[in-house]
């Protein structure tokens, strides 16, 4: 489904205890800024996204994000983004999960089975560091999710020709040697340097843009 400042994936969208969406470039906001004053800029209307989705104030999950591999665990919503890490995994109904990308890879894992879910933020040191084998790790060790039933879906990032690294084909390559089935795996092919009026890029726009929000919960 596509809307005007936001969009799901069909892959996601065939799991009903699950909510999900990616939020797209608002018209209004301006973003010619430092990620920090960007992101304030952009808070209320992204926490709005998270309500929208039917999730209570106070629900949403950020991290701090650092260009690592760590992921943390969450049981409760924390008061404030999580520092130093790179993803989130949780298992509790009414957790919504953000995780900001603008050019970087937002990989969503969802599994029906035991419930478990979470998103990370992968561009080229976070797909070379192997964040995705370690999110799917993660998700087997604290609520028993086992890697052929999780569904990956990776959203819109920047590709070759525009990048000079192929790191979603790094994460689709991590995800299927940590157990995911090709199956399982959706990648929804974007390249956010293609459409500037729909996607913020941060190579396009020399650091000076906005973020999207990957956003993804399960439903109480």
């Known amino acids: 489904m596509n809307d005007s400042l936001w969009m799901t994936f069909p892959l996601l969208e065939r799991l009903p205890a699950f909510s999900h969406r990616f939020t797209l470039r608002h018209p209004t906001i301006a973003v010619d800024a430092e990620r920090f004053e960007v992101v304030e800029r952009l808070w209320g209307w992204h926490r709005e996204?998270?309500?929208e989705m039917g999730f209570a104030p106070g629900s949403l999950c950020i991290a701090q994000q650092v260009h690592g591999k760590g992921v943390a665990v969450v049981h409760e919503p924390p008061a404030a983004a999580i520092p130093d890490v790179d993803g989130i995994?949780?298992?509790?109904a009414g957790v919504v999960i953000?995780?900001?990308?603008?050019d970087c890879g937002a990989i969503y894992l969802a599994d029906p089975v035991s419930g478990a879910f979470g998103v990370l933020h992968s561009g080229k040191k976070g797909s070379e560091m192997g964040i995705a084998?370690?999110?799917i790790r993660l998700m087997g060790e604290h609520f028993g999710a086992r890697p052929e039933n999780i569904r990956v879906q990776l959203g819109p990032c920047i590709r070759p020709p525009a990048y000079e690294v192929d790191f979603a084909g790094q994460i689709r390559q991590s995800c299927l040697e940590a157990g995911i089935l090709p199956e399982h795996y959706d990648d929804c092919g974007i390249c956010t340097s293609s459409d500037p009026a729909r996607y913020y890029s941060?190579?396009?726009?020399?650091g000076r843009t906005g973020r999207m929000l990957a956003l993804l919960g399960r439903r109480v």
């Open 98 to 102: 953000g995780i900001y990308v603008a």
């Open 49 to 51: 996204q998270a309500e």
């Open 133 to 135: 084998a370690e999110g």
């Open 89 to 92: 995994i949780a298992g509790r």
């Open 202 to 206: 941060y190579r396009l726009e020399k």
